[in-house]
């Protein structure tokens, strides 16, 4: 078994008398007031009399061979807390289990997990094969079955071809490819991974995202991927969890994220281009059905929404609307604005719409469009299907369907 269980975890990074005044000084000179029983408050962490909270709260449970992804923006704790299922940081609080062993005091090397870091970590005076090799001769295997899995994970891999080098003649792919080759020879129960193509261009992180989905099907274990690109944590896996200052903000698979984002965090982090938000929209009862109203147009919600308003017995409140740029359509009535960007992608042009000092993103499809109708400085119609709106509560920020 290789499922992964993590309850209450807590991370607390210590921090000296002097680093909190500093800490104060700074959080003063920003104006900021500091939070409830909180020592002081800055972005991105919560210190305490105890130290820098980095990771709190955490519960999750990965199931035997799933891959999980762990996304969010920098500082959110992501990484610290796969550090701590690898046993390079210690838990401050909580239980780790693997399988059903509890784990937080057992040292990183009797977890059976292997890890890829971001910067490969590969020994430079050490050929391909030497590297992917190096834990299995501390293992002190057998020389025959070291090169047997060496080669077999080579031909996984497809670099066969390339044992004999040294890391320093090799391309990002390449050596990325060897970071993770030495992780897998080891036939560990989990593999671990640290935003490990951060460092490699564009289209080399393409191949490579095709490279871990086609890894994974040959591989049968689970899998922890820590990445702040939304793209990667939607392409490659069975759920993603989304973190925001140590918290977890939501967890499902990627379409659950991306269709019902529990809070407007979620719904501005996952989806590219990044969702439009109209703010201080009011929701109202009309002969008693529910509308929004939007730069002064009122729309009635659709019958799904309508049903699930009524349901809560949901008040007239304050609202915050997103709508999704591939969910805006050109129209003869609803929205108008005036074009300030128009991107040129090829099957789709991406416009950015001044709508009374409002940036409105739209995804439209350049089959059969006049292109002259999306050139700057031209005006823009637009109106969007309120089935795929998403509303959340302007304090709470929690979705309301």
């Known amino acids: 078994m290789s499922s992964i269980t993590l309850k209450n975890i807590k991370k607390i990074y210590p921090i000296t008398a002097e680093e ?28 305490t009399d105890e130290g820098v909270v980095a ?38 609080d909580g239980e780790l289990y693997i399988g059903d062993k509890l784990s937080n005091i057992i040292a990183p090397r009797d977890r059976n997990i292997a890890m890829v870091f971001q910067n490969y970590s590969l020994y430079p005076h050490m050929t391909v094969y030497e590297n992917m090799a190096f834990s299995l001769k501390l293992a002190k295997l057998p020389k025959d079955e070291i090169d047997k899995k060496v080669k077999e994970a080579a031909r996984t891999l497809e670099i066969t071809q390339i044992l004999d080098r040294l890391p320093k003649a090799l391309s990002g792919g390449q050596r990325q490819r060897v970071a993770i080759g030495r992780a897998i020879v080891r036939q560990p129960q989990v593999i671990l991974m640290d935003e490990p193509l951060s460092n490699l261009d564009a289209k080399l992180r393409g191949q490579m995202r095709s490279e871990i989905i086609r890894l994974r099907q040959k591989i049968d274990t689970t899998f922890v991927y820590v990445t702040h690109d939304q793209v990667e944590a939607m392409t490659l896996g069975d759920r993603i969890v989304v ?65 699930a308003l009524k349901e809560k017995k949901q008040e007239p409140i304050n609202t915050v609307v997103g709508v999704r740029p591939v969910h805006i359509e050109m129209a003869d009535e609803g929205f108008t604005g005036k074009i300030e960007v128009s991107e040129m992608m090829g099957s789709e042009v991406h416009l950015h719409i001044n709508l009374n000092g409002d940036d409105i993103v739209a995804v439209i499809p350049t089959a059969n469009l006049d292109l002259k109708k999306v050139e700057i400085g031209k005006d823009f119609t637009f109106s969007f299907n309120p089935s795929l709106i998403h509303i959340f509560d302007a304090e709470t920020e929690k979705n309301l369907i």
């Not at 003063?28 to 029983?37: G, M």
């Open 20 to 47: 909190v005044k500093q800490n104060k000084k700074a959080a003063k000179k920003r104006k900021e007031t500091p939070a409830v029983d909180e020592d002081v408050f800055v972005p991105n962490l919560q210190i």
């Open 55 to 92: 990771v709190q709260d955490f519960n999750l449970e990965i199931k035997d061979k799933e891959f999980v992804v762990l996304v969010g923006p920098s500082g959110c704790g992501k990484s610290t807390t796969l550090r701590m299922i690898a046993g390079l940081e210690e838990i401050s």
């Open 243 to 307: 973190m925001k200052d140590g918290f977890i903000q939501q967890v499902g698979t990627p379409q659950e994220v991306f269709n019902h984002p529990e809070n407007v965090f979620v719904a501005g982090f996952i989806g590219t281009p990044q969702i439009n938000f109209f703010h201080n929209v009011p929701l109202s009862i009309k002969d008693g059905d529910y509308y929004i109203t939007i730069q002064d147009k009122e729309i009635r919600l659709d019958d799904v929404h309508q049903k």
